[in-house]
């Protein structure tokens, strides 16, 4: 079975035809993201490229077990409306009624970007299997999902979750979502620079994982903050795994290993979970978004 | 049907006959924890109260439907063992085993005493309905439950819960625990005496209840850290209640309006869960381990 899956970001949409059975990309395509043009112009574009996607497979719309669209943003508690993506401009968005009536009688649904990343892990990379665990991803921003029970989890009053926001210094500077020194302060792309500065951060993750000795501090002080957040979900969940996506998991395995160390000694138990680094990439939330419908 | 529950605490053992439709305690006895004495002396003060229980209500242990024994501690994954009870020194000790010979057809269960609380306020108290929820006991040490999918979590790899050593402070002090500015270090009873020194902590708890002006420094204060410590539960699970319990619980509602206030404003979603008293008070944990067999 195919299922069509579109990854909505601020730069690029991202869509593709997915296997669900096995989460291979059969037929991909990246296209600019249509800014300053409202919604409908984005669902356009949408359309365009699965449409494109499916001539050149020589396949319909009636084809497709189901359309997902992943957005970097929050969503109503049934998940038919965007109610904030700030990279895009949607606010109170019908995305599903948008995108069904372009393809009547497909399936279609809406998620947060975090969580199909965290839905195409859980069924196809290194959360495969677990009934408790967590995908974190480290990017511009800090966000991520859960799997409790078994089943990606959307809070217990279907608002969502946010790992980037969980408190890491309650006393700290102020941040926009309301709290005061949330995870991403202290643990986004830009937060490595504190221990390296005046280099960019991509030489940063780069040197982490080339194990240049010049990057220590960098992967020392980021990651101290970094155990104190996994410290955090350690003792509140007790996870069998925790992956790590987005650009600073390209640090690779020394980031791992010393968060490894440090969660280790930190946590309760003494005994950290399997730290992993996330194996789909940038395609998670693409795949995540084909393989969604049926798995909320 | 009637079960017994036993709460085994570093000072006192109580023990009770509850009703299980209601949560009523229809007889209970309260006895000093024999100290010093190793675990077998506990469990002989543990038979003689639970059988001089039945005695007074014309009962024997055939009509108990199972004994419950709640511990300040950590158990194995099958809760047949107490990994560490520190305040009562027992380190891998087979409580179910020992209780369960006393009581031959009886079903024994054990389990953590903030378990048991979180229990018993879902089966009769303020969680009681939700599918996600929390119970945060602030005492001397700080601790918790719970509820996930309308049930006790018992942590992902079944070792437990241990709310009050989340990261509050990434690069804190050093706690025992293992962690740095750990949870408990700036919401236990003692953290209250910081913005009223040279005040007990009683007086304290007692002067925010009655809404003294004079008491309003060390409320803020408390309520500041306390509040990014819910803040990071509920961008994390999003639940639907938090109750609060333990001692400094009885500071009652300016307790639960402040943190209500601070904890909406910090939250992601500006929409706080509802923040409740406990309602079970010291009870909660003899209940809760009484009803526990079949609830775990």
Same mark, same amino acid.
């Given at each position: 079975?195919?299922?069509?899956? !579109?990854?909505?970001?601020?730069?690029?949409?991202? =869509?593709?035809?997915?296997?669900?059975? *096995?989460?291979?990309?059969?037929?991909? %395509?990246?296209?600019?993201?249509?800014?300053?043009?409202?919604?409908?112009? !984005?669902?356009?574009?949408?359309?365009?490229?699965? &449409? /494109?996607?499916?001539?050149?497979?020589?396949? *319909? =719309? %009636?084809?497709?077990?189901?359309?997902?669209?992943?957005?970097?943003?929050?969503?109503?508690?049934?998940?038919?409306?965007?109610?904030?993506?700030? @990279?895009?401009?949607?606010?109170?968005?019908?995305?599903?009624?948008?995108?069904?009536?372009?393809?009547?009688?497909?399936?279609?649904? $809406?998620? @947060?970007? $975090?969580?199909?990343?965290?839905?195409?892990?859980?069924?196809?990379?290194?959360?495969?299997?677990?009934?408790?665990?967590?995908?974190?991803?480290?990017?511009?921003?800090?966000?991520?999902?859960?799997?409790?029970?078994?089943?990606?989890?959307?809070?217990?009053?279907?608002?969502?979750?946010?790992?980037?926001?969980?408190?890491?210094?309650?006393?700290?500077?102020?941040?926009?979502?309301? @709290? &005061?020194?949330?995870?991403?302060?202290?643990?986004?792309?830009?937060?490595?620079? #504190?221990? $390296?500065?005046?280099? +960019?951060?991509?030489?940063?993750?780069?040197?982490?994982?080339?194990?240049? +000795?010049?990057?220590?501090?960098?992967?020392? &002080?980021?990651?101290?903050?970094? #155990?104190?957040?996994?410290?955090?979900? !350690?003792?509140?969940?007790? +996870?069998?795994?925790?992956?790590?996506?987005?650009? !600073?998991?390209? =640090?690779?395995?020394?980031?791992?290993? #010393?968060?490894?160390?440090?969660?280790?000694? &930190?946590?309760?138990? /003494? #005994? $950290? +979970?399997?730290?992993?680094?996330?194996?789909?990439?940038?395609?998670?939330?693409?795949?995540?978004? =084909?393989?969604?419908?049926? @798995?909320?």
């Amino acid at each position: 079975m195919i299922a069509a899956g !579109v990854d909505i970001g601020g730069s690029y949409i991202k =869509a593709g035809l997915v296997v669900v059975r *096995t989460g291979r990309i059969l037929q991909r %395509s990246t296209t600019p993201f249509p800014g300053g043009k409202g919604p409908e112009a !984005v669902f356009d574009v949408v359309e365009e490229q699965v &449409r /494109h996607l499916l001539g050149e497979q020589g396949m *319909t =719309a %009636s084809d497709l077990r189901s359309i997902g669209i992943a957005v970097p943003g929050s969503l109503d508690a049934d998940r038919s409306r965007v109610v904030h993506a700030y @990279n895009l401009d949607f606010h109170d968005v019908a995305v599903r009624e948008s995108v069904e009536q372009r393809f009547p009688g497909v399936p279609v649904v $809406a998620l @947060n970007d $975090a969580d199909a990343a965290t839905l195409a892990e859980h069924r196809y990379g290194v959360l495969k299997g677990t009934r408790t665990s967590v995908l974190l991803t480290l990017g511009t921003g800090v966000g991520g999902g859960l799997i409790l029970g078994g089943k990606l989890f959307a809070g217990g009053m279907g608002r969502g979750v946010e790992l980037g926001h969980m408190t890491l210094r309650y006393d700290g500077r102020h941040h926009d979502c309301g @709290n &005061r020194g949330c995870v991403e302060m202290y643990c986004n792309a830009d937060a490595l620079k #504190a221990g $390296a500065p005046g280099r +960019p951060v991509e030489e940063v993750i780069e040197g982490i994982r080339a194990g240049d +000795p010049d990057m220590e501090p960098a992967l020392e &002080r980021y990651t101290d903050a970094l #155990a104190g957040a996994l410290t955090s979900i !350690v003792n509140l969940l007790d +996870p069998e795994v925790i992956a790590l996506g987005g650009g !600073v998991s390209h =640090a690779g395995m020394p980031l791992v290993e #010393a968060l490894s160390v440090k969660v280790q000694k &930190r946590s309760f138990s /003494h #005994a $950290a +979970p399997r730290i992993e680094l996330a194996a789909l990439g940038n395609d998670a939330g693409l795949v995540g978004a =084909a393989i969604a419908h049926n @798995n909320l």
